[in-house]
């Protein structure tokens, strides 16, 4: 169920069987010459709907622009600071929380946004925690019951073990071909074909927009897209769906 696609009645009514919600989440920026710039959106998108398929969980509208910073040197490329992400964050949680949503499980597409989504589940667990405190001063009332989960799909141990089979060493780290082929797969029309220079492998963290640039002139890290294919794509989302269904069931208690 995704609820954009449904009504206030059809949300109120599976409030009463089901709290739990998922949350995509990704970024809007550069992939590399080959890659759109809605990749880590895109993936993050189309991975929650099938997982909201398999596990017959509402999926909240995907977040779609994130923490970007370091790929502000490329066209296109939009960014939240990482102290507006967290409000941003914050502030769809405690609004569906406030409807009787419990279990929040962000499938998220895009690494950057690890660090402030992390920090926005502090901000809710405080926030609620004040709350409920201030409300009965001296009861040491616990919080609502409201748990925050970041799953990163390129992570679970299903993908991992297919991105090796099919690239080994070729995955990289940014514009990656997992990544780019959920997006072929998703898109087909949507395919697109560039020569591509040689894989700079360094692992250094990156200091910023313009060193990423110097470093990785077309925006790929350590990554050859070229080795997508749609159908590879379909079996990355299967993959990532598989695993993410058995953190979210545990997760939710479902
Ligand atoms: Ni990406």
Redesign the pocket.
């Known amino acids: 169920m995704q609820l954009q696609l449904s009504t206030w009645p059809e949300v109120e009514s599976y409030l009463e069987r089901n709290t739990g919600i998922i949350v995509p989440i990704g ?1 809007t ?1 550069q ?1 590399g010459p080959t ?1 759109l710039i809605g ?2 959106a895109l ?1 993050a998108q189309v991975i929650a709907r099938r997982l909201g398929e398999e596990t017959d969980a509402m999926v909240a509208p995907t977040i779609s622009v994130g923490m970007a910073q370091h790929h502000m040197a490329f066209a296109g490329s939009v960014t939240l600071r990482p102290s507006t992400l967290i409000l941003v964050v914050r502030d769809i949680v405690i609004s569906l929380a406030r409807h009787g949503f419990e279990r929040f499980f962000f499938v998220n ?3 950057g946004n690890v660090a402030p989504v992390s920090t926005a589940f502090s901000e809710v667990h405080a926030e609620l925690g004040e709350a409920a405190a201030l409300a009965a001063p001296g009861s040491n009332q616990m919080p609502a019951e409201v748990q925050c989960r970041l799953a990163n799909w390129w992570e679970m141990p299903s993908v991992k073990k297919l991105s090796d089979a099919l690239y080994g060493d070729k995955r990289g780290t ?3 071909p997992d ?1 780019v082929a959920v997006t072929w797969y998703a898109f087909p029309d949507q395919q697109r074909s560039a020569a591509l220079g040689p894989l700079a492998r360094d692992s250094d963290p990156i200091q910023g927009a313009a060193d990423f640039r110097r470093r990785h002139p077309d925006g790929r890290r350590g990554a050859d897209p070229s080795l997508a294919t749609p159908e590879d794509g379909r079996r990355f989302v299967e993959a990532a769906a598989k695993d993410l269904a058995k953190e979210y069931r545990a997760f939710t208690g479902g």
Do not use: K
Request: glycine share 22%.
């Open positions: 970024s920026e992939h890659g990749t880590d993936t597409g895009h690494g940014h514009a990656t990544e």
